[in-house]
């Protein structure tokens, strides 16, 4: 059968399990006579959990047995039919041929035929599967919006050349920071302040995790979730999850207590993604690493009790918004631009440095990161479990059917995990102590740190902040992390006036490296311009938006008002409400701009001509624009 024109070139090798003979009765069966008893005889967390594994995999494998298949044209749109395919042979033939006359004909009955395959392919979706996350996939096919960046062809490297890419990019950048961190003592600085919040008896330890722990933390997995290299699926541990759920348990308890992390649960399989459409290079790919989904319930017990410690004794930095319960983007931005703000309104100049550190969360350092734990929790035997939980982690890669040759993670947080956040935010939470300055702030959003300073003099601000920039590199090359000069921007605001009046000049450098003065950056997803004018960000957004809503106008085509109205949500809507309360004070033409596509959002759904937009609004439940931007002030408020 011929495929159409679009279908996408290349092939690969997809890995699954099959359920087409899978009987559950006899897998409960054969469950619930396994030898899982046998766990408990077993006093190391490894042999526990290799035990585990050797009675679990045998059932999985013998009911879902793991296959590869060879697929030519992995994206063929699910909605193309056979009357579809054998149209457009028809229409290209007649093309061919020169047949003009007859293949206007066809092709208008080509896209008849595709417009009706897509709706009936999407109600039927709709009607037989309510997941949202199904809905979304068929919009984003039926739009194609999720493959407009990337090339679906196979990149022509091997999953070895991959994986020695991925392990020596850390080491290489790690070794050259010039750290010796065998000598690495924490910071007088740090020491004081645990001494200040710390008390004598303060001991942070890890408590047993229940049943029902272990349980909840499974029954909650997503059932889509991305399988490890055990390749057991979320829908396999619940439905054997009653004779499963006390062996587990009883390995989580014993890891806890010998402080020791299993090491198959440290095993990541790492799938390259592609960063831009040039696959020839392996710098242009990003790894996601993807841990066994058995580390989930464990991860989460700690990563709960751990953050509960820190909390309770106010330990984390204030600076710090990322990964943090009631903290996010919005209002870390809300944060800085209030003090930005209350210094304009004084008539002062605000100096701004946006610091970025090269690979931070791969370049963390597990010495370093022990010892400081070590501090922060008194030196607490339980310092032993994440010294485990970091060290000899392993990575394959797994591309196209085939896995790479195992190596060794010396360095970084891993990512995809649960803890790894916390831990990168315990790692960084001193570098604010350092900064000796009280006229310079430090804000930081895990990695993403600035510094700003306020003064009517420029040159008090200029000295402030260069002696402040001289601290933190300072403080990364003891820590072994490396700031990136050449992406490092500074930035002076001000009012229009007083740029208008004379050129506001920033002189600051980095390790005599020059740092760039912008005057407009993207900072936590919002672009920010040195006369608070709002107009390149209010551009930006617009600009985004009116792509989307291109999208919405080809998609009312093929579903109903409801659907609309869930890509108007998740598609414009968050565009138009960002951060607003930073810059919903823009002027009045510009929030003309955001206006008129917010409106045009509802005359696209309810084309009918008869109402008003105002009308449109009220019926499709939407507020106004300016109202929907003070609920979502209200909301932050509260």
């Not at 349980?215 to 055990?230: E, H, L, P, V, Y």
């Not at 501090?375 to 890669?397: D, G, M, W």
């Not at 809503?549 to 093929?558: E, T």
Request: with cysteine.
């Amino acid at each position: 059968m011929k495929l159409p024109r679009h279908a996408p070139k290349g092939h690969t090798t997809i890995q699954y399990r099959t359920f087409k003979r899978f009987n559950k009765d006899i897998f409960l069966f054969d469950i619930s006579c396994a030898p899982f008893s046998n766990v408990y005889s077993f006093n190391d967390p490894d042999d526990a959990m290799l035990a585990w594994y050797n009675i679990f995999m045998p059932i999985i494998d013998k009911h879902a047995p793991l296959r590869k298949k060879r697929v030519k044209h992995p994206k063929l749109p699910p909605w193309l039919t056979k009357d579809v395919i054998g149209a457009m042979a028809i229409r290209d033939r007649l093309k061919k041929e020169k047949k003009f006359d007859d293949f206007k004909k066809q092709r208008n009955r080509v896209k008849s035929l595709v417009r009706s395959a897509k709706k009936a392919y999407f109600d039927r979706l709709v009607e037989t599967d309510k997941s949202t996350s199904m809905i979304w996939k068929a919009i984003n096919e039926i739009t194609n919006k999720s493959n407009r960046k990337t090339d679906n062809t196979t990149p022509p490297i091997s999953p070895n050349v991959f994986n020695t890419h991925f392990l020596t990019l850390a080491e290489t950048l790690a070794q050259s920071s010039g750290c010796t961190t065998d000598n690495f003592v924490c910071s007088t600085l740090l020491s004081n302040l645990c001494g200040k919040k710390l008390k004598p008896d303060d001991n942070f330890s890890i408590p047993p995790m229940t049943v029902l722990d272990v349980g909840k933390c499974i029954s909650m997995m997503a059932n889509n979730k991305s399988t490890g290299r055990d390749n057991i699926s979320p829908c396999l541990l619940k439905l054997a999850l009653p004779y499963i759920v006390e062996p587990l348990t009883y390995i989580y308890n014993l890891s806890i207590q010998k402080n020791v992390f299993p090491t198959v649960l440290k095993k990541a399989k790492v799938i390259p993604l592609p960063k831009v459409k040039d696959l020839s290079e392996p710098n242009n790919f990003r790894p996601i690493s993807i841990l066994p989904l058995l580390s989930k319930p464990i991860e989460r017990h700690v990563h709960k009790h751990l953050l509960k410690f820190f909390n309770e004794r106010d330990l984390l930095s204030h600076s710090q918004s990322g990964f943090r319960p009631k903290h996010s983007c919005h209002t870390a931005l809300t944060k800085l631009f209030d003090n930005w703000l209350t210094a304009i309104n004084n008539s002062e100049v605000v100096g701004a440095v946006f610091l970025d550190l090269k690979k931070a969360f791969d370049l963390v350092n597990h010495n370093i990161l022990i010892k400081k734990l070590s501090l922060y929790t008194a030196n607490s035997p339980s310092v032993a479990f994440f010294k485990s939980y970091l060290e000899l982690r392993q990575q394959i890669v797994y591309i196209n059917g085939e896995y790479s040759t195992e190596g060794i993670i010396r360095y970084g947080i891993p990512q995809g995990s649960i803890l790894g956040p916390l831990l990168f935010c315990i790692f960084i939470n001193d570098l604010p102590l350092h900064i000796t300055s009280d006229a310079v702030n430090c804000e930081m959003f895990a990695d993403d740190t600035s510094l700003n300073a306020s003064d009517k003099n420029t040159a008090t601000v200029q000295n402030e902040l260069q002696k402040s920039i001289n601290e933190v590199s300072d403080w990364c090359d003891k820590n072994a992390m490396i700031l990136h000069p050449a992406k490092t921007k500074s930035m002076l605001l001000a009012t229009r006036q007083k740029h208008q009046l004379r050129p506001l000049i920033l002189n600051l450098s980095l390790k005599d490296n020059h740092i760039e003065q912008v005057h407009e950056h993207r900072h936590l997803g919002i672009i920010i311009d040195d006369e608070f004018s709002w107009r390149p960000h209010i551009t930006s957004t617009c600009k985004t938006i009116s792509k989307n809503l291109y999208l919405l106008s080809q998609l009312k085509h093929f579903v109903d008002t409801s659907k609309q109205k869930l890509f108007y949500y998740a598609h414009i809507s968050p565009h138009l409400t960002y951060a607003s309360t930073v810059w919903d004070g823009c002027s009045d033409i510009l929030f003309h701009k955001l206006n008129s596509l917010h409106r045009r959002a509802a005359k696209l759904m309810m084309p009918d001509l008869s109402l008003t937009t105002d009308a449109k609004l009220q019926h499709l439940g939407l507020l106004p624009l300016r109202e929907k931007l003070m609920l979502n002030k209200a909301v932050l408020v509260f």
